[in-house]
C-alpha cells in the first residue's frame, strides 16, 4: 500500500488553472465524453475492489460488508444511474408562458458551473468524495478533488488510481491538512462542495463568501430517535443498533441520542444488549463485523465524552486506545448531560427518558439545532405524523435508520447547521448544474411588440395587464381577521 504523499503549495495554483484551462476548451461540455469519464470512474472501482477493501481495514479496520453497503456500491450505482439518466438530466427543459409569449421558445438549460472542487471526509473516505464526483462529472464540470488526511490510505489510493481511469486534464486530486486546504480555499471555484464538521463548514463557507462562490455543505448534528410505547421494542433494537453502531458510529446520520416514553425503557435496553450479543458476539473487540475509531484523537475525543457523563453506563463502557477500541455503548441520561450536548460521532448511545414523545421529546429536539436525520419508532400513524409535522430535519425515517442514505434515489442533505443543499441520483447532477433560463424571440410580428414600446399611455397598460397577468380577486383572508376588520373601517 502506498503512503500518502502531500501535494507541495507551490504546485497547486497550476492544478486550479490548468483546470479551468480544460474548462475553458470545452472538453467537458459533451455528453460522450461525460459518460466515458462516468464508466472510468466505475471501472475504478470495480477493478480494485480487493485494494479498496485493504485501505478501509487500515484506516477504520472497516468490514467487508460495510465498505460495500456503506461505499462501493453506492458509488458504483452512481455512476450506473448517471450514465443511464444522464441525456434525461441534461436535457433542455421546454417552459410555456402566457399569451403575450405564446410565439416565444423558452427553455431552460442545464450548464455546468466551471471548475469545482469537493472536499471529503475520513469517515466514508471513498463515499464523501467520488460519489459528489459523479454528479460534478455528470454536469460537465472540471473538478479538483481533495480527500481526508486522515484516512491516508485510502486517500493515497484514490490518488494513485484516478489518473489510470479519468482525464487528468479535467480531474486531479490534491492532498494535505490545513495549510495546504486553506492555501486551495484562497483561490477561487465556482462551486465548493464540503462534507464534515459544522465548525469547518463557517470556515469553507467564510473562504467561499469572498469570491460569491456557491456551497453546498453537507454537515451534522444529533440526530435524535424518538421511541414510543407502542413501538415494536425487539424490532426497532436491532435497527437501532445497526445504524448507530454501523462504521463503530463514525456516521454523521447516526442515531444520536434516543428519548424513549416512559415505561419501555428498560425493554429496550434488554433488547439491545441481546442484539449486540447477536452481531458482535460475547467478544466485541475479537468481532470482524466491528471496526475501530478512525486514530487516537478522536479516541480520547470520545473517552472524554463518556468519562464526563453523569449517566449510567447500562452496556459496554469498555475502552483500549492501543486498539482504538470503544465497545457499543447505552448510557441513561438526564436531560442536560453532558453527552446531550455535541455531535457523539461514536459507538455510544444515551438515552433519555420521557414521558410523551409527541410532546416532551418534541418540545426538546425543537429546543436545539435542526438534525441531518431523524428517526421515528412507533406503529401509531398519528404519533409518526405528529413528530414529523412538528420538527425539522435534514431527512427522517420510520421505524429503522440510515436507509434514507443507502437509497440513492432520495435526496440527501441537511437543514439550518446541519447543511445547505442535497444529493444523491439526479440531485447530484442538480447540485453541480446552472439552470439558464433562455428564450427565444422571432423577429416576425413586430407590430405586435408596439404594446412595449413608449410612448406610453393608459390603453398601453390596460392592454399589456390583459395580456401578461391573470386578473383575479381573491376575497379578504380569512387566516387574518384584521384584513377584514380593515375593510370594514373604510366603510
Given amino acids: 500500500m502506498s503512503r500518502l504523499t502531500f501535494t507541495p503549495m507551490d504546485e ?6 490548468d483546470l479551468r484551462t480544460t474548462f475553458g476548451s470545452g472538453l467537458t461540455k459533451p455528453l460522450a465524453y461525460r459518460k466515458e469519464q462516468l464508466k472510468g470512474l466505475h471501472n475504478l472501482v470495480v477493478e480494485n475492489e480487493d485494494r479498496i477493501r485493504e485501505a478501509a481495514y487500515l484506516d477504520l479496520r472497516k468490514p467487508p460488508y460495510e465498505l ?6 453506492m458509488l458504483k450505482q452512481e455512476c450506473v444511474d448517471a450514465i443511464k439518466n444522464l441525456d434525461t438530466w441534461a436535457a433542455p427543459r421546454k417552459v410555456s408562458a402566457g399569451l403575450i409569449a405564446s410565439l416565444d421558445t423558452m427553455h431552460v438549460r442545464k450548464e455546468p458551473f466551471g471548475v469545482v472542487l469537493i472536499i471529503g471526509a475520513w469517515n466514508y473516505p471513498l463515499n464523501l468524495l467520488l460519489v459528489p464526483a459523479v454528479g460534478a462529472i455528470a454536469a460537465g464540470n472540471t473538478v479538483l478533488l481533495k480527500p481526508s488526511e486522515l484516512s491516508p490510505h485510502t486517500a493515497a489510493l484514490i490518488t494513485e488510481l484516478l489518473p489510470k481511469y479519468l482525464d487528468s486534464r479535467s480531474y486531479r486530486i490534491i492532498n494535505g491538512s490545513v495549510p495546504e486546504t486553506s492555501h486551495v480555499l484562497e483561490h477561487r471555484f465556482d462551486h465548493i462542495f464540503y462534507t464534515g464538521s459544522g465548525s469547518v463548514g463557517k470556515i469553507i463557507m467564510g473562504a467561499a463568501a469572498k ?9 451534522g448534528g444529533k440526530s435524535p430517535a424518538f421511541v414510543a410505547k407502542d413501538a415494536n421494542i425487539a424490532v426497532i433494537a436491532r435497527r437501532l443498533a445497526s445504524g448507530k453502531f454501523f462504521n463503530c458510529g463514525q456516521s454523521c446520520i447516526a442515531p444520536d441520542y434516543v428519548l424513549v416514553e416512559r415505561g419501555v425503557e428498560q425493554e429496550l435496553v434488554e433488547h439491545i444488549k441481546k442484539t449486540v450479543l447477536e452481531f458482535y458476539g460475547a467478544s466485541v473487540q475479537t468481532s470482524n463485523s466491528y471496526p475501530r475509531i478512525v486514530n487516537k484523537h478522536h479516541f480520547q475525543r470520545l473517552k472524554r465524552m463518556l468519562d464526563n457523563s453523569k449517566g449510567q453506563i447500562v452496556l459496554g463502557g469498555d475502552t483500549q486506545e492501543d486498539d482504538l477500541f470503544i465497545a457499543p455503548t447505552l448510557v441513561n441520561v438526564q436531560e442536560g448531560d453532558s453527552l446531550l450536548e455535541d455531535e457523539i460521532f461514536g459507538p ?4 433519555m427518558v420521557v414521558d ?18 431523524l428517526y421515528v ?3 401509531n400513524k398519528k404519533t409518526i405524523n405528529h413528530i414529523l409535522d412538528n420538527t425539522r430535519s435534514g431527512s427522517a425515517v420510520v421505524n429503522d435508520t440510515m436507509l434514507q442514505f443507502s437509497t440513492t434515489v432520495l435526496p440527501f442533505g441537511g437543514v439550518g447547521p446541519s447543511g445547505i443543499g442535497n444529493y444523491h441520483h439526479q440531485k447530484s447532477f442538480d447540485a453541480f448544474s446552472h ?3 433562455t428564450l427565444y424571440k422571432s423577429t416576425s410580428l413586430e407590430r405586435t411588440n408596439d404594446l412595449r414600446y413608449p410612448p406610453y399611455n393608459q390603453k398601453k397598460v390596460d392592454w ?3 395580456f401578461m397577468y391573470d386578473n383575479v380577486k381573491y376575497p379578504p383572508n380569512a387566516a387574518n381577521p384584521g384584513a377584514t376588520k380593515g375593510k370594514e373601517d373604510e366603510r
Fill in 12 to 17: 497547486i495554483p497550476k492544478i486550479i488553472q
Fill in 68 to 73: 460495500t453497503l456503506g461505499e462501493t456500491g
Fill in 211 to 219: 469570491h460569491l462562490t456557491p456551497v453546498t455543505l453537507e454537515l
Fill in 348 to 351: 455510544i448511545l444515551p438515552i
Fill in 356 to 373: 410523551s414523545v409527541t410532546k416532551q421529546g418534541v418540545d426538546y429536539v425543537n429546543q436545539h439545532d435542526q438534525p441531518l436525520a
Fill in 377 to 379: 419508532f412507533s406503529e
Fill in 435 to 437: 439552470e439558464r433560463s
Fill in 464 to 466: 399589456a395587464t390583459w
